[in-house]
């Protein structure tokens, strides 16, 4: 007996996706409860209840603390409103095709017009479809059922008519012809899964050629029945859910049997049953790959293929894009750029995104698309460019590791050598972090990418370099950045210059180190004092002539006058007040008391505040004479 398994036999896209979001969420240890059986496969459900998930028929029955899942069959909108009323967690499973055709349903009743679904009325993704509505609406399975509605009830309403995406497509085809015929003014959508379709051509392909079909899936799975009843219009059919139920004398006489399985049933039952019939097992190319073939051939959709898609849809995970295919195009939210959220803000229906094809299932119809690969793509082809031209480009500094650091640019990461990221090693690479720094590619070889800031950083300074000297002159004023410190002064970069500003030339005071006033990385005002242009040396002052205490002592403190200073040091032959910082005065030791005073240190303390008047000031030595015996004089004759 020779075996003839379809292509198209298992999983579709969405159950596929529904079934991985609810085993994720159970190994990542959440309490999951999903509404009605998470698919048409027994098996499938009943592992999913042994690792804890809850079948839930209602949500008053999902226990507190569990989250929700919603299957691909969708559900009716008032369970969102319950949701989110309810408080309770959930993640929506729904098929991307099944949200478009709520998303018609919506429109319809928006428009006031009157939907028809062609599909079981029991069925739930039926109902979901319906509870998307609140306008007229009417179910038909098929066209007897169709040709007994007796049409709108207000005979100007409009009609949209939409299929249950598991719904036969013959049976759809002479449904839509009669609505042609006789309601012109219909809008009818073809919703019928591509999945589903692609499965039934292949059954019915299949079952012409065979002595019989075995389609494995659920009971109770409509698109397993559907793929018997295609099945048996050309040859016996019969439905299995496991390999157990397989029965001996089915085969007695079959020369060749195809083997076909609902997009419920996972790929392991289909295994299991294929063993238990298994003598020869030939994978059947099918009509829907044969047809994707054709197609392919005259829009052909591959794996890095550059394309624009117009936004159809968007969720909270992903955008659906209409790519000008039979595809049905999808752009996870993390493939829109590194800020998706904010891409999500700005994106709206209708608009149109470049994007790469990163995978394409002709089988399900669908295309995943990605617009960051896209970016990288286009960022790594300007960056080849860019290292073989030796432009200069922008990027923005990521990261550090052993080596050097990262930067991104144009989307590429570009490794930059610690010894071409900084143009001094003592200067610390973490600074650069979050930068915008520009660099040049020093080489470009597949994904090893090397850059170097250096280079540009260099060249840079040369040019200001050549700039500073060409109108530099003494007295000018710059703004700089102190770059380093050492005992003797601090180097301040005027313009890709360092200058030295020598220690006596900080401050008025007396200091022991640069460090008590300036920092590194401070920002200065300072002026050129000298400058040896056939050495390029370059001498910087940074004291102000206006804050000279000996200026202020001339103008605020004229002979004769008196005041109140702390003593700061005491000799053999008298004290020193400081009058002003930096400017200390003598009182000698004849001038302090109208007694004699022996010793200095008998009437006077280090700190002491006394009243002084001021005799005298040698500008030239420096020199200032203060008398305290003067103003005790004073007192007397007074
Ligand atoms: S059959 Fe089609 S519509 Fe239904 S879940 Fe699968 S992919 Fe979605």
Redesign the pocket.
Known sequence: MEIIKAKTAGF????DRAVKLTYELVEKGHKVATLGPLIHNPQCVADLESKGVITAGELSQVPKGYEVVIR?HGVPYDIYRQLEEGGFEYHDAT?P??AKIHRIAKKASDAGAVLLVAGDKNHPEVQGIVGHTDGECYVFADLDELKAWKGPKNSQSEIYVVAQ??FQVTKWAECTDFIKKDYTNAQIFDTI????WARQQEAEDLSQRCDLMVVIGGHHSS?TQKLVRVAEKHTGAVTVETAAELQPEWFRGVKTVGVTAG?STPSSIIEEVLNSMSEEIREEQSFAELFAESEANLKPVFAGKIVEGTVTSITPNEVQVDIGTKHTGFVKLSELGDDPAAVLNTLKVGDTLDLVVEKVSDQ?GVAYLSRKKLEERKGREEVAKAAEEGTVMEGTVTGTNKGGVMVQVKGVAVFVPRSQATMRRDEDINALVGQDVKLVITECAGRKIIGSINKVTAEANAAKREAFWNEVEEGKTYTGTVKSLTSYGAFVDVGGVDGLCHISELSWNRIKHPSEVVSVGDTIEVYVKALDRENQKVSLGFKKAEDNPWEKLRNEYPIGSTFTAPVVSITKFGAFVRILPGVDGLVHISEISNERVEKVSDVLKVGQEVNVKLLAVDFDKKRISLSMKALLEDEVEE
Not at 12 to 15: A, I
């Open positions: 579709c896209f969405g159950v691909s098929c095709f099944v995406t598991t899964c591509n999945a589903t698109n997009a399900d």
